[in-house]
């Protein structure tokens, strides 16, 4: 760059800068201070939104607390999960709002319901919703008298953290087609892993007990 050989010159040489670069400046600052300012508002709005989900998604736990549910109770709780489905559906909290819906519709005898729910709580991009949400389906389908669909549902690619308990449902489902020598092989399965990955599985046992009283009364 050629030395500027006067405070003049410099002067006139920033004056000319200014009226070529200055209004695209000004409108740079304002643009990246609407960035910040907008930004900074997307975030406190996206807390606003999870922190309301998560009060309603407390208020329907505390709702749906304990078997014996008044009908206006279970009401009131299928109502507070469409209200979390329809205005926080991106969130976690609304996929475990359906899958407690789905337990909730279970209660009501509405199978149908139940379905729905689990079916669209399985299009989740969490594998382990995913992964409830066929466990449950698997259970109402054998509760419907269909074991061949409740199989077909626990070949899903289910969590390793919910072995155990797909082998137990798995079992159920043999039994329910009559196949006693598989259903005592899954529920072994599902006791080993229980074991192993140290979580309790309540009633697999009783479940062999009583094949075994079965076979030694045949």
Do not use: C
Not at 147 to 155: E, F, K, S, V
Request: proline share 1%; aromatic share 6%; no cysteine.
């Amino acid at each position: 760059m050629v030395e500027l050989r006067s405070e003049e010159e410099q002067l006139d040489a920033v004056k000319r800068w200014w009226k070529e670069n200055g209004m695209s400046l000004i409108a740079g600052a304002v643009l990246a201070a609407a960035g910040v300012f907008g930004w900074n508002a997307w975030q406190n709005y996206q807390q606003g939104q999870a922190e309301a989900a998560s009060m309603r998604y407390q208020q329907l736990v505390s709702i749906s607390t304990g078997n014996e549910l008044s009908d206006e109770q279970l009401a009131t709780a299928r109502e507070l999960v469409s209200d979390i489905t329809d205005e926080h559906g991106d969130t976690l909290y609304a996929e475990l709002a359906l899958l407690l819906d789905a337990r909730l519709a279970v209660q009501q005898g509405n199978l149908e319901d139940a379905r729905t729910a689990l079916e669209n709580a399985a299009e989740s991009s969490r594998r382990y919703v995913q992964s409830l949400a066929w466990l449950r389906l698997a259970r109402i389908e054998l509760t419907d008298g269909n074991p061949t669909q409740a199989h077909a549902l626990l070949d899903e690619p289910i969590s390793d953290a919910l072995a155990a308990q797909r082998a137990n449902v798995r079992g159920d489902a043999f039994a329910a087609q009559g196949d006693t020598d598989a259903a005592r092989d899954a529920w072994e399965t599902a006791l080993e892993v229980s074991q192993t990955q140290d979580q309790p599985l309540y009633g697999v046992q009783f479940k062999l007990d009583d094949l075994g009283a079965e076979e030694a009364t045949q």
